[in-house]
């Protein structure tokens, strides 16, 4: 798989046409001295697939530098299976594993499981699915939905719901489980996002999904049976310490905004409808609209109570002056994000430019009303002045609007993707 990530977006998403004879999926089992557990695993799998996956797939054995029989039994299951494969690793790292077998592989859709296969297996058509129909980006197996059912001790689901509650209040995942060995994505996904992901351990996946989520790309949930293997080898301690480093390391980067996302970025909406200029509509205004109201609603507010808050201190131009300028610089940086969906650090600072002028345009119509009020009446009142601010900022929004759709955030148009699926 390359590895190139050049600026550009991703290509709508569409249906998968298999070719002749090429696998639709790639299921990897990343092992670590699994010679007991590995050919049950594998030959359940197969024979699981072979029965009810509709499309040809493919299985791939990722031992990750074991030192027992694990690599004797992953090439005895190759040869006698057709469709299964095993690759070395002189390195551990579920991580590692996944990053080296997903980059050389060629099926549309990629995914893995624990060897254990604590997941009910009629789980995966249904994780699939999505990525094959062109519905979603990547998919994953949750066993913290109202309608999984999930069979564990205390301390292992104490841990798993303590760890997805931290992802969600450090980093505003959204996501449900992060932990669950059972997860899928598509190739050309996986091709951009591969490369931004630094972890080859436990948090592998863990970054993975934060970085998809970020970057707006669709993550399909599906509720799943799950049996804790009691004899699971993985340290909890190490990896809890680990993946609070990982926390840490992503959402600082999150914080300074030096991951290019922009490059994971889908085209608004997959029908043809959306995707084709219509007389008269420019694409994605209703979206634009509701996003540009939303923040205006935020911001307007921002900007009354900072100036009733320099008020106390300063006259009504100067309030007036400040509160505005902060609150478009919140603004701008909110409607580039929400409302244009712009993302990554690539032109910010002119934006940022691009907003204060259209702030210099808002505070020439504020200021001149203004200033209008104190000609008509000497001492106009508190509310009075709210009122007047109030009107001109209305007239100011619908100008501001219109200078971010035409000026600051022009629509690009995204250059035509060919077809890599092979």
Known sequence: MPTDTSAGALPARAHLAPAPGEPVLDVVIPVFNEEKDLGPCVRRLHDHLTRTFPYPFRITIADNASTDRTPEVAAGLAAVLDGVRSARLEEKGRGRALRAVWSRSEAPVLAYMDVDLSTDLNAVLPLVAPLISGHSDLAIGTRLARSSRVVRGARREFVSRAYNLLLRSSLAARFSDAQCGFKAIRREVAERLLPLVQDTGWFFDTEMLVLAERAGLRIHEVPVDWVDDPDSTVHIVRTAVEDLKGVWRVGRALALGTLPLDRLARPFGDDPRDRSALPGVPRGLARQLLGFCAVG??????????????????????????????????????????????????????????????????????????????????????????????????????????????????????????????
């Open 297 to 422: 609603v935020l911001s307007t507010l921002c900007y009354l109570a900072l100036y009733s808050l320099f008020r106390l201190g300063a006259g009504p131009q100067l309030a007036n002056a400040a509160a505005l300028l902060l609150s478009a610089v919140a603004n701008t940086a909110a409607n580039r994000r929400l409302t244009f969906g712009v993302r990554g650090r690539a032109r910010a600072v002119r934006h940022q430019a691009q907003g204060l002028v259209v702030f210099a345009v808002g505070l020439a119509l504020t200021s001149g009303s203004l200033a209008a009020l104190g000609a008509a009446t000497a001492e106009p009142g508190h509310s009075t002045e709210l009122a007047v601010l109030i009107t001109a900022n209305l007239a100011a929004t619908v100008l501001r609007f219109l200078l971010f759709r035409a000026w600051v955030f022009p629509e690009r148009p995204i250059p035509a993707a060919k077809d890599d699926i092979r």
